[in-house]
Structure formats: structure tokens, C-alpha cells
């Protein structure tokens, strides 16, 4: 029994007709009669976006696998069969895709390739596809993407060639192109790719020219931050530690200091994975922010500029706001370092005002005991004065005269008189 999908050129009457939307009509089972079915909705003027529908509808009715979902419901006919089955009906669903670019979701053309892939559709099929995803690689998703390598010669886990070309192909049709009128679109991809590259990092197979390629695809302005490209470096570096001292500053150069964040930065000076160079260029960044910030008035002379790709100036409000995430972070640790100051200051002042109130507790101890001793004294000459001395009986040498009645003093009499 033949199990292969009928030719264009089958006679085969359709099924009949059931109460179904025709999407799920039996009459276009037969790989042969959709073809037909859908040439002749395209001529009646049907917008290519609900053609793209159809075909997604029909082909994951086909085939599971590009619903996203997997296939719990083995074939009926042998792995061989469903495997030759699978090539012809993707090799025709290509072949009749709409060329408007917005007419396939991404997300089916990934899953198309993926499948493509796996049961070795023919080249030229898979390059179409490829322009496809291409096209709209930043609507793609990390899962989507992570498209297993099926190739005999290659010994990775993913396909990190396809993504290279995938890559290229986005950034080469945005800025010859289309000149790039809009950045956006670069910085996803950016940012794709450096979630792309931290899992590919894992896979001891992967070389260090494909990882180079792969990072250098996406040009050095479309990063706002370079914190995801530190990342899958560092990983790459954990991963393959047999990389000799001129492989490791070859990977490093491909990291900007100066777009470090702080947390990276810090990382990054206590790495002992990179090379000295390296972690000098971060500290020296660093440095360079700090005293930016100290002084608003100086700015970076080397400091790149997202307008060499012609990118509009709403596209630099990324790295304006890591600007001022940055700031605001400094701003806040300076912050802390004047509370800390003056909480030091605060207990230096507390132990000065301890050490002056025993000190002056010493000196009134000390004028009280001095006062004490000259009233025991007034009162001792007060007492002489009543019993008509004037001075003390047990003094040496003058005395100081004492005060009469009318506010006259005395002439002392001498302290020894003649017997004679």
C-alpha cells in the first residue's frame, strides 16, 4: 500500500463534506487538494496574513511537532514512511508560503525549520525559511530558538552555525536595508543573543571561533549593556579551561568596560578566570564613572555613540537609563559612606562630653575642698577678734592687720617684748 501524499496531477475525489469550518474539512486531507484549494483563495484577493493562518492551521493539523506541542500519537505507518512523509509535506508548505513578511507568525518558521532540519528537507527549501526567520528574528523567543544541531559533523548540541547566519542575515537586511530607521529591534536581538551564547557556553564542543563569530555578529553599539556578553563569557571561560593566555584576552576584548554595570564590575575585579588586562581596563572604568559623577562636566571622550548605526534618539534612552540607574546607585552608596561619618562623629562627640564631665567634676571636688579650708579660717580669726586679738597666737612673722571698729587698722605689736 502506498502511503506517500498523492502528486499535484491526483484525480483523487475529495472526501465529502462535513459540518466542520473548511479549515477542518475532509476534503482537503490530500496534501494535493490544499495546494489547490489554497491557489484559489489567493486569487479571490484574501489577505496574506489569513492565508498564513490557513497554512499554520493545516500544517500543524499534519504535523504536531509544529504546533509546539509534542506528538503522544505514534504514526500507524514505519519510522521510514513518516519520515519521508514529513520531508514532502514541508518541502510543499514552503513552497507555497505567501512573501509577505508579516503573513507566518516567527514562532512558526522556527518550528518549520527546526522540523525541516530534522528530517533533512532540501537546502534551498530551508534557505527560504531561513530569509523568513531572518526577517523577524527579534519576535523570536529563547526557547524557540534553541534549535538542536542535527548535523553528523558537527559535535554541539545546538545549532550555533544557524544562528550565526540567522543573525547575520537580521542585522545585514536592518541597516543596508532598511537603514536602520529603528533600533529597537537590534537591541532585542542584542540581548537574544547573549542569552543564546550563556547557553551555548555550557557545551564543551563548542569552538572558540564559532563563539567569537556568534558575539561579533551583533555590532558592539546595538549593546546597551555588555553584562549578558560578561556572562556567557564567563561561562565559556568556566566551561573550557584548557584555553590558552592568548584565547582568553582574545574573548575578553570583545567585552566594552566602560558598559559594566556595578554589580558586574565588582564581579568582574575578583575574577580570577580573566586576564590581569582585563580586570585592570574594568578598574580603570570604574574609576573614570566615579570621577564622571563627581564632576557631571567631564564626559568620556571615547565613549561610542549608538548614532554611528543611525539610530534615532529615542533608541538611546537604553543607555541613558542605565546612566542613571548608575547614578543612582553611586548616589545612594555615597549616601551611606556620610551615615556611617556621622555616626562615628556622634560617638566621638558622646566620649568628649564623658571626659569633660569627669574633668569637671575633678576641679569642683577641688574648689570645694579650697573653699572649705578658707571659711574654717575666717571663722578661727573671727573667734580671736571677739577675745580682743587681732591676729593669730600661733602665726609666724607679720600677720595681715585686722579691722577696728571705725575701719582702722591696728599697728601690730611686736611679737616679743623686753624683759628687762
Known sequence: MNHHPPSPTSTTPPPPVTAKSWLDDACIAEIDHFVKTLSGIQTKG?????????????????????????????????????????????????SVLPPEKESIPCSFLLRLLKTGNMVNTDRNYLQEVEKRVAWRLDQATMKEIMIPCFSHVT???????????????????????????SGVGLFKVAKLVDAYLAEAA?????????????????????????????????????????????ERKSLCKLIDSQKLSIEASLHAAQNERLPVRSVIQVLFSEQAKLHSHINPSRTFT????????????????????????????????????????????QLMQSQIDKLLEKKKGFFSWRKLATSTTLGAMSVEVADEKVEGKGYDSGSIGKQTPVKGKHGRSKTPKPWRQSTS
Open 46 to 94: 484574501v489577505r496574506p496574513d489569513l492565508i498564513g493562518s490557513i497554512i499554520t492551521h493545516y500544517a500543524c493539523k499534519w504535523i504536531p511537532e509544529l504546533s509546539g506541542e509534542p506528538d503522544h500519537h505514534p504514526p500507524p505507518q514505519s519510522a521510514t514512511v513518516s519520515y519521508l512523509k514529513k520531508r514532502f509535506f514541508i518541502e510543499t508548505i514552503i
Open 155 to 181: 559535535g554541539t548540541l545546538l545549532d550555533v552555525e544557524l544562528m550565526v547566519r540567522l543573525v547575520k542575515r537580521f542585522v545585514d537586511h536592518n541597516i543596508n536595508v532598511e537603514g536602520l530607521r
Open 202 to 246: 555550557v557545551d564543551s564542543e563548542l569552538k572558540l571561533p564559532e563563539f567569537m563569530e556568534l558575539a561579533g555578529a551583533v555590532p558592539a553599539q546595538a549593546r546597551a549593556t555588555d553584562d549578558g556578553l560578561y556572562r556567557a563569557i564567563d561561562t565559556y571561560l568556566k566551561t573550557h579551561v584548557n584555553l590558552t593566555k592568548e
Open 302 to 345: 571615547n565613549t561610542k555613540s549608538p548614532n554611528r548605526l543611525g539610530l534615532d534618539p529615542p533608541d538611546r534612552y537604553h543607555s541613558s537609563r542605565d546612566m542613571m540607574t548608575l547614578q543612582q546607585m553611586e548616589i545612594k552608596r555615597l549616601k551611606e559612606h556620610v551615615n556611617k561619618l556621622e555616626r562615628q562623629c
